[in-house]
Every structure is written in structure tokens, then in C-alpha cells.
């Protein structure tokens, strides 16, 4: 066991666990990807597959403490939903910001995901335009 030092809390690593999904990501997380990746989206630098505590999250910017999730069909079953709200719960306390987006919306409207991500990211109470004019962002001070 290992103390993480993303969220403080013991638990075993999930780093090796983090490689395999980053190998074989759903066709939705890897359409979200490429939006993304490479500093494409406003030169903000996103990580795929990201421990944070217990949780690995689909996408993740440490500079904006900011979490994309891609939500495919089992998260509108009960079961998804309890978790995904606990899931949530558990990544704001710890002072991320969560945007959820769905699997068809990735697919059918791009614009879309990225319109929704800019005004997640603009109206963080530390936003500052981008890191381009700033390379000492260092955000919020997540985890």
C-alpha cells in the first residue's frame, strides 16, 4: 500500500491498471481525446486515464483541477447514477471540478463539447485566460 499523494488517502496503486485503460480507451474517450490532447483546446495540457485517489479519471487537467468524464449508457442506469454521484461528491471535496459528457454528444456534436468545457473552465474561481500568457498557472491546488 501506498499513500497517494493526489488525495492523501492509503490505497494500492492503480498505476498499471491506469496503463491498460489508457492502451484501450472506449471509442467516446478517445474522440474526446483528440479534442484535447496536444494542447489543442486553448493550450490547456489534459492527461488521459488519471489516478486521483481511488478513482481514475477519463480526462484530467492538474493546472485547472478540472475532470471531463465520458458518460456512455450504464451511467443513466440507477446503479451508474448512485455511483457517479458519490464519485463526484468525492472529487469536489477534494477541490476538482467535474464536467460529465455524453458518449453522443462527443460523437455528434464536438462544438458542442468544447463550448461546455470553456465555460467550465471560465467560470473557475482561479480561471485565468491561458496558460500560454502565463506558464506559472498553477491552479487551484487540487488533491
Not at 23 to 43: H, I
Not at 84 to 96: F, I, K, M
Not at 97 to 103: A, G, Q, S
Amino acid at each position: 500500500m501506498t499513500i497517494d499523494y493526489r488525495a492523501g488517502c492509503r490505497l494500492v496503486s492503480l498505476k498499471a491498471h491506469c496503463r491498460r485503460m489508457r492502451s484501450q480507451p472506449t471509442p467516446a474517450e478517445l474522440a474526446l481525446w483528440e479534442l484535447v490532447r496536444g494542447r489543442r483546446l486553448d493550450g490547456w495540457k489534459f492527461r488521459r486515464q488519471h489516478q486521483f485517489g481511488p478513482c481514475i479519471l477519463d480526462l484530467f487537467c492538474s493546472s485547472l483541477c478540472l475532470a471531463l468524464e465520458v458518460d456512455g449508457g450504464q451511467h443513466r442506469e440507477a446503479r451508474g447514477v448512485d455511483s457517479d454521484t458519490a464519485r463526484t461528491a468525492y472529487l469536489e471535496t477534494r477541490g476538482l471540478t467535474v464536467v460529465r459528457l455524453e458518449n453522443a454528444t462527443v460523437f455528434g456534436d464536438p462544438e458542442k463539447v468544447i463550448a461546455t468545457i470553456r465555460e467550465a473552465i471560465e467560470s473557475l474561481p482561479s480561471f485565468r485566460p491561458s496558460p500560454r500568457r502565463s506558464e506559472s498557472a498553477a491552479g487551484r491546488g487540487c488533491g
